[in-house]
């Protein structure tokens, strides 16, 4: 299985800050990664897909860059609903698999 | 995107069967452009995908959870399940049902994929 792991697993920022998170896959995944936020109760919402390509209707705050084995998700200046844990995911094989969760919480 | 809907108990017993069902609104599960998954998600833990199965009936399922798992289709329903045996307490996880593209492009090359329609969750306890 390809192992994904996210950096940091909890963040501290204030609105309007930039944020950077980051994920590193133990093999070559190519461009075949995404980005997923997941609010309290709800089920997890698509954001970036192929490391870099925004899911239509998300904010254009959302970027997603990086290839092979090292992938970032920024987030350009942190709006209140942005608060909540985002994870990474790649489809290069199956099993797919996914990072571990990074909390952004509020500071 | 589509919203999906679980069903099924969110109660079993341990060494039970484990059954849920997802509902896929207008028809779309016979669509060739997707694939139909199930994911779990233990209570303050990550995501773990479970396995997937083609409207065709092909499936593929995590190593981890192979022996127990069964996905199976039912297009005249619009539906599809997920059974999964011999459960224990380290089953007890929220399970999403979800649908990613079809991973392979026109010239049948693997492309990747994600998952970009989810239902909103089933809480399943195992617990006696």
């Known amino acids: 299985d390809i192992q994904m792991t996210q950096s940091p697993s909890s963040l501290s920022a204030s609105v309007g800050d930039r944020v950077t998170i980051t994920c590193r896959a133990s093999q070559n995944v190519n461009n075949y990664f995404n980005w997923y936020q997941q609010k309290p109760g709800k089920a997890p919402k698509l954001l970036i897909y192929a490391a870099s390509t925004l899911q239509s209707g998300v904010p254009s705050r959302f970027s997603g860059s990086g290839s092979v084995t090292d992938f970032t998700l920024t987030i350009s200046s942190l709006q209140p609903e942005d608060f909540a844990t985002y994870y990474c995911?790649?489809?290069?094989?199956?099993?797919?698999?996914f990072g571990q969760g990074t909390n952004l919480k509020i500071k | 995107q589509l919203q999906l809907q679980e069903s099924g108990p969110g109660l079993v017993k341990p060494s039970e069967t484990l059954s849920l069902t997802c509902t896929v609104p207008g028809g779309s599960i016979s669509s060739s452009g997707y694939y139909w998954d199930w994911i779990r998600q233990p209570p303050g833990k990550g995501l773990e995908w479970i396995g997937t199965?083609?409207?065709?009936?092909?499936?593929s399922y995590n190593p981890s959870l192979k022996s127990r798992v069964t996905i199976s289709v039912d297009t005249s329903k619009n539906q599809f399940s997920l059974k999964l045996s011999s459960v224990t307490a380290a089953d007890t996880a929220v399970y999403y049902c979800?649908?990613?593209?079809?991973?392979?492009?026109?010239?049948?090359?693997?492309?990747?994929?994600?998952?970009?329609?989810w239902g909103q969750g089933s809480l399943v306890t195992v617990s006696s």
């Open positions: 979800a649908r990613h593209p079809n991973p392979y492009s026109s010239s049948w090359i693997w492309s990747g994929t994600h998952f970009d329609s």
């Open positions: 199965v083609y409207y065709g009936g092909g499936t």
């Open positions: 995911q790649q489809s290069y094989s199956t099993p797919f698999t």
